[in-house]
């Protein structure tokens, strides 16, 4: 058996998020068949690098496979995609160490969150970002979110504290930029809680508006209540940019 | 009764194009329910510079419409804006003179088709562009296009001709240019025949991958005859730009 490693891009607008739920649509679901489809296999599992949110996007989501297959990576990557419905393609796929594992050998992750700041919400903007019809000073979101580099116990980022062995991570980089109206929340980190991204993003949002100081944000993550951090920001905004190996 | 002049932007994918057609979602019809809310009238009849097709976008159609309230243009974008669907939104109010006529006025109109030149279609474009699967050459596109420039008899990108009085139209600027993998095809004119920058689009799309020769343009042009020029392209890579008056 094979281990292949596949880089996936999808839309997640029409998806109930990654993993499986009986009765409803998921990119692993639709990945998983798509792929059984061309290898012949009964079932095929995939596994991923982070499980994704309903709604949530992904550039460069990236999974491991086992199979028996032995079409080439390049042969592979089209007939998958000729089995994919349109919102979700596999943009790369290589051989892998039999050992690798796209979850737990993730040194680094990057999402991207984008708020577009505009007092008239683009139609088109609709399903790819948080419309709040409000103006943001990106510049105090990026000096507020600088206290978050480090390694810090991020629980009071995690929603339904606590559901991991350990709510301690590393925020490799944090940075918050302007593109005309879009504003971007970028955050890097080895590993992200249960809607950290979100999280943080709506915190920022709240600094952004003006609604609270800067200096809110150290308090917020020395105090580890979720309660005292912003609201989730809505999925639509987020997208997984790339993980690192 | 005041004149009023909108702007207004919206993304196709889920409307049965601009004209109102029972049993059908359009934006025409979510467009004066939304004003008719504002106003309080029965029934307002909105009337639009170019009526888009079925999943066709636009940034910038104007229409005009007639009614009796007085609230100011600023206040009436934001009250409509409130009234309408994600998918559609004014961006513009103003006051314009009693004959003025969106559609009939208009002396320049421009629109942008979309090829997205991808190995790999991309899930986040597939409702905003064509996406062939096949490298198309911009510049011998360009080229192509230039014999369209002037004041031709454009029965052949037309159709079902004849459904106009005239199918002479002026192109005042046609460009295929490109940024990355997206290849657009601009084309600015006093008026559109129906499908005209889809099939001009289907046409140069037949010449960038080079199916037909450059000089093929001219034979169509020349030949007067539908059957002659490319297909119509799909609808999601046309997006009406704007409108001058």
Known sequence: MRNLKLTVRYDGTDFFGWQTQPGFRTVQ?????????????????????????????????????????RLEPATLVKAINSQLPEDVAVTDCEVAGQAFCANKDAIAKRYR????????????????????????????????????????????????????????????????TRQGEAVYIEVQADGFLYNMVRAIAGTLYQIGRGYWPEAKMKEILEGMDRREAGPTAPPQGLFMLWVKY
């Not at 990945?31 to 296999?41: D, N, Q, R, S, V």
């Not at 992904?58 to 491991?64: K, R, S």
């Not at 948080?130 to 105090?140: F, G, I, L, T």
Request: hydrophobic content about 35%; charged content about 25%.
């Open 113 to 176: 969150y984008v708020i577009n700041d505009t007092r008239i919400p683009d139609p088109f903007l609709r399903k790819y970002s948080y419309q709040p019809r409000r103006n943001v000073d990106h510049e105090a979101m990026h000096r507020a979110a600088q206290v978050l580099r480090g390694r810090h116990d991020f629980r009071c980022f995690e929603t339904e504290w606590p559901n991991r062995m350990t709510s301690i991570r590393t925020i490799q980089d944090i940075a918050v």
């Open 29 to 69: 679901e639709s990945l998983e068949a798509a792929i059984a489809a061309i290898t012949g296999e009964k079932r095929v599992r995939v596994n991923c690098a982070g499980r994704t949110d309903s709604g949530v996007h992904a550039y460069g989501q990236v999974c491991n496979f086992y199979t028996p297959t």
